[in-house]
């Protein structure tokens, strides 16, 4: 009897697999902290015997690798992906072993990547699930424009043809568990639910419902900005990570805090939104360890810049710190827990700002900056009018154009309009963070308009 295990991964909007046997199992599209991947076959009682990719990442530092080489497991990889390190390459229709009556089979479903390939896991011959990596999603399909712009309409027509491949290969009951899609930036729309087959996808995605010239349409119009990041990742995983080193950071007193920030390195603050408004080192940044950490510091740090974490507890600096990792910034330069009390020097004040709802800010009338800072595609769906738009991963290099005034910022639940203040607020802005619905700004009396 085969078993399929998942390894969620919230904060990137991934998945990683592990599926087998009694006594072997693969591990599909394993993250870098691959302490969990070898704990969840621990408690299986497997062994590893294969380690395979879909394909070559752009938004998290394959574990694969190193996972491979630690267990002595065989390392497939699609063919033609351009890697340095040695691997089997795996091409359409090749097989793999898993366990007695199982086997893992190589399905070439470019579109995501050009060398993209999902695996079908068969036993006894019939199929039972797929692992369809950055493919066929649930609800959509993986976007087609993180390799090459010249090839973006190019990769969506393939990405067409392969959801109908799958399709074609497969049952309509067959389980299909794909690796993004559960608010990656790899997917090309948001996903709906977290569990999906073949035929559910057959009777509700577009690559099924639209013909190719539609889908493809529809496909490029939606696609949106992409993190900074990928652009990182990509040739770190062609090269073959480094081991993750999760030991813990040099701590980091008042001195050495203010001495990062002289220096022009981040300080970030992980305590929540409310906690940091109400009192932080002046200079530092909030990024909620609770939130989208990784995706959104990646997103938003120049890459390479050294980062300083401030916590409450050393195990929220040691969860900050995996999943950084799993995006490549690697080893903080230092860490530093308790409270801001703590954090500053003597004869130092903290810093803070207002919080407020969009029914205050619907009560304020005169030197108001409204700062909007979605995405593009959020913007288009309603805005309030006069208001100033700079999407979130933007702002730190655009900080100068806000106009002068109290700028009262806001995104759609709360989050990222913390983030936004924090960097204003660092910059001596006098800032107010609205921690709101969007939804609530038209209820409130504002005058919501939409783009023509």
């Known amino acids: 009897?085969?078993?399929?295990?998942?390894?969620?991964?919230?904060?990137?909007?991934?998945?990683?697999?592990?599926?087998?046997?009694?006594?072997?199992?693969?591990?599909?599209?394993?993250?870098?902290?691959?302490?969990?991947?070898?704990?969840?076959?621990?408690?299986?009682?497997?062994?590893?015997?294969?380690?395979?990719?879909?394909?070559?990442?752009?938004?998290?530092?394959s574990g694969g690798w190193e996972l491979a080489r630690i267990t002595g497991a065989r390392y497939l990889v699609p063919a033609d992906a351009d890697v340095s390190f040695a691997r089997t390459p795996v091409a359409d229709g090749d097989t793999a072993e898993v366990d007695e009556g199982l086997v893992l089979r190589a399905i070439a479903?470019?579109?995501?990547?050009?060398?993209?390939?999902?695996?079908?896991?068969?036993?006894?011959?019939?199929a039972v699930a797929v692992f369809t990596g950055g493919s066929l999603l649930v609800g959509t399909m993986g976007r087609p424009d993180l390799v090459d712009p010249r090839l973006t309409e190019e990769l969506a027509r393939a990405q067409h043809a392969s959801a109908h491949r799958l399709a074609a290969a497969l049952d309509d009951e067959v389980p299909v568990l794909p690796t993004h899609g559960f608010g990656s930036f790899c997917s090309s729309s948001p996903a709906d639910g977290d569990a999906t087959t073949i035929g559910k996808e057959r009777a509700g995605n577009d690559a099924f419902t639209l013909d190719a010239d539609a889908f493809v349409e529809r496909v490029l119009a939606g696609l949106g900005d992409v993190p900074a990041y990928y652009t990182h990742l990509g040739p770190v995983n062609a090269a073959g990570p480094a081991p993750i080193d999760l030991t813990p950071p040099e701590p980091a007193d008042a001195a050495r805090i203010a001495e990062r920030l002289a220096a022009g390195e981040w300080v970030v603050d992980l305590r929540s939104r409310v906690a940091f408004a109400e009192g932080h080192v002046s200079g530092s940044f909030n990024f909620e360890g609770t939130g989208k950490l990784a995706t959104y510091l990646a997103w938003l740090i120049p890459w390479g810049k050294p980062v300083t974490l401030l916590a409450e507890t050393r195990t929220e600096i040691a969860d900050a710190q995996r999943e950084l990792a799993r995006v490549g910034i690697d080893r903080p330069a230092g860490a530093a827990t308790g409270?801001?009390?703590?954090?500053?020097?003597?004869?130092?004040?903290?810093?803070?700002?207002?919080?407020?709802?969009?029914?205050?800010?619907?009560?304020?009338?005169?030197?108001?900056?409204?700062?909007?800072?979605?995405?593009?595609?959020?913007?288009?769906?309603?805005?309030?009018?006069?208001?100033?738009?700079?999407?979130?991963?933007?702002?730190?290099?655009?900080?100068?154009?806000?106009?002068?005034?109290?700028?009262?910022?806001?995104?759609?639940?709360?989050?990222?309009?913390?983030?936004?203040?924090?960097?204003?607020?660092?910059?001596?802005?006098?800032?107010?963070?609205?921690?709101?619905?969007?939804?609530?700004?038209?209820?409130?009396?504002?005058?919501?308009?939409?783009?023509?």
């Open 1 to 61: 009897m085969y078993f399929v295990d998942t390894l969620a991964f919230e904060g990137l909007g991934n998945r990683s697999y592990l599926a087998g046997g009694p006594g072997t199992a693969v591990a599909i599209d394993p993250p870098r902290d691959i302490d969990q991947v070898i704990a969840t076959a621990a408690r299986r009682g497997v062994r590893i015997a294969c380690v395979v990719e879909t394909h070559l990442h752009n938004d998290f530092v």
């Open 109 to 126: 479903t470019p579109g995501h990547t050009p060398h993209h390939t999902s695996y079908a896991l068969e036993e006894d011959g019939r």
């Open 339 to 452: 409270g801001p009390a703590s954090w500053i020097g003597a004869g130092e004040r903290l810093a803070s700002f207002p919080r407020a709802r969009f029914a205050d800010l619907a009560g304020v009338r005169e030197n108001v900056v409204v700062l909007d800072v979605r995405r593009d595609a959020e913007r288009a769906d309603g805005f309030i009018e006069g208001s100033v738009h700079i999407p979130i991963h933007e702002l730190h290099s655009r900080a100068g154009e806000v106009p002068d005034g109290t700028v009262w910022v806001h995104c759609a639940g709360g989050m990222r309009a913390a983030i936004a203040a924090s960097l204003l607020d660092a910059t001596g802005r006098e800032v107010v963070a609205v921690d709101d619905s969007f939804e609530a700004a038209g209820e409130a009396g504002l005058n919501v308009t939409f783009q023509q």
